[in-house]
């Protein structure tokens, strides 16, 4: 069947109109003509009639079957501007008029490529080796894994020698899962769903292939099985050692970039500062040289690492920072209530992808007028923003920042005041 595609979703998927209805068409583009097949109640591209003058080669020899990309196929003007729009029609959806002032991208033709340096890939046994990759897109099949133009050299070093390592822990039913995590060149492995039941001999296989393999941290079942190196990730200056298989942004310079604007933004507030889903303190440090900190998330392990980077900051004479305290609290069942954020002149919050439905409406009675708001999720950020503007705050500024590159998602820095 041959049909003209109409327009591109939030998704990547294109869309073409078909008996009347909505037709969704991966790896295709707006204006081209194309042939198409039917499949378990969707369509396959089968072939490009008339390409579109915004389809370029794709960098990966993977593309359309591996399911981690789903736009290598766009030029990278069409890619910044349907990324753009995601985020301006899931604003819309919440009554939000806000433009972007600030769009972060990158340029395919200036190879701005392998700096993703979290992932985390499938593993399953075959009769002779261990298969390991992403998923196949829409299905539980992996596609292996030789070249990826998004994560980082260290990872791709490395993958190719997981098979030997895993195969002995793993069961020959079901999927394993192997997350890598690359801090500057020291990489944590972090395996789930195999087996490893600490006897001696398993101890000294896993020792023995952490060192052939110059793993830094090794996790099995969310369990820190051992740690050769120390591990650190830098804030504003400040050393803070990750907690094992715990989070971090996926890129660096997408980082460093949010941090960037929370300065921008909270620089110049007279009086302390909340940071609120502080994580290990990657924007609490951000402000730490010249304001009071006090910061607050659910995992007890981010926040003993914050504290014990501020206090090993504390012993380095160059670094200068004023007093930073954290506290575990679940901010979902037990947000601070506005008497608590009354005392402080401005929050930076940056919740998980459900937003912080519960915080916001605190942040919303209270005497807080300066907010930095980070997210991952478009939607649940535009619902709280419509509660934060029902309350008088404006979004002064938003910054889109290209995180996770040939997706559909985009991370955001919002600035909030209200007189």
């Not at 001696?200 to 369990?223: F, G, M, P, T, W």
């Not at 659910?298 to 900051?313: M, Q, T, W």
Request: charged fraction near 25%; charge should be neutral.
């Amino acid at each position: 069947m041959q049909v003209k595609i109409d327009a591109i979703g939030h998704k990547g998927h294109a869309i073409a109109n078909i008996d009347g209805r909505p037709a969704y068409i991966p790896f295709a583009l707006p204006n081209e003509i194309v042939e198409i097949s039917s499949k378990d109640n969707g369509y396959i591209l089968e072939r490009i009639i008339e390409p579109s003058a915004s389809r370029v080669k794709p960098s990966c020899q993977h593309f359309t079957k591996c399911g981690a990309c789903i736009a290598q196929h766009m030029h990278t003007d069409f890619y910044d501007e349907w990324k753009k729009s995601n985020l301006t029609y899931a604003l819309q959806q919440h009554d939000i008029d806000k433009t972007i002032d600030d769009y972060i991208g990158f340029d395919v033709s200036k190879r701005d490529v392998n700096c993703r340096r979290r992932i985390k890939i499938a593993a399953k046994r075959t009769k002779k080796s261990v298969m390991i990759g992403y998923h196949k897109a829409e299905s539980h099949d992996i596609i292996p894994l030789d070249h990826c133009p998004i994560i980082t050299k260290n990872i791709m070093q490395v993958i190719p020698q997981l098979a030997e390592f895993i195969k002995p822990m793993m069961s020959r039913k079901g999927i394993s899962y192997i997350s890598i995590s690359d801090y500057s060149g020291a990489l944590e492995i972090a395996l789930d769903n195999v087996k490893y039941e600490h006897n001696y001999d398993e101890i000294n296989y896993v020792n023995e292939k952490s060192v052939e393999l110059n793993l830094a941290r090794l996790v099995i079942n969310d369990e820190l099985i051992l740690q050769r190196k120390d591990l650190f990730e830098t804030f504003n200056t400040v050393k803070v050692s990750p907690v094992a298989g715990g989070f971090m942004q996926a890129v660096k310079a997408a980082e460093t970039s949010m941090s960037d604007y929370v300065i921008k933004h909270l620089q110049a507030v007279k009086g302390d500062i909340v940071d609120l889903f502080a994580g290990i303190g990657t924007f609490s440090f951000a402000l730490a040289k010249s304001h009071k900190i006090t910061a607050f998330d659910s995992d007890k392990f981010a926040i003993e690492a914050l504290s014990e980077g501020y206090n090993r900051s504390g012993g380095d004479v160059s670094i200068k920072l004023k007093q930073v305290t954290a506290t575990a609290r679940d901010l979902f069942r037990r947000p601070l209530f506005k008497d608590e954020l009354n005392k402080f002149a401005a929050a930076i919050i940056d919740p998980p992808r459900a937003g912080a439905e519960a915080q916001v409406k605190q942040l919303c009675d209270s005497k807080i007028n300066q907010i930095v708001y980070i997210s991952c999720n478009a939607n649940s950020f535009g619902r709280d923003a419509k509660k934060l503007i029902a309350a008088g705050f404006k979004i002064e500024h938003l910054a889109a920042i290209d995180q996770f590159k040939y997706s559909s998602h985009l991370e955001l820095v919002a600035y909030l005041t209200r007189d």
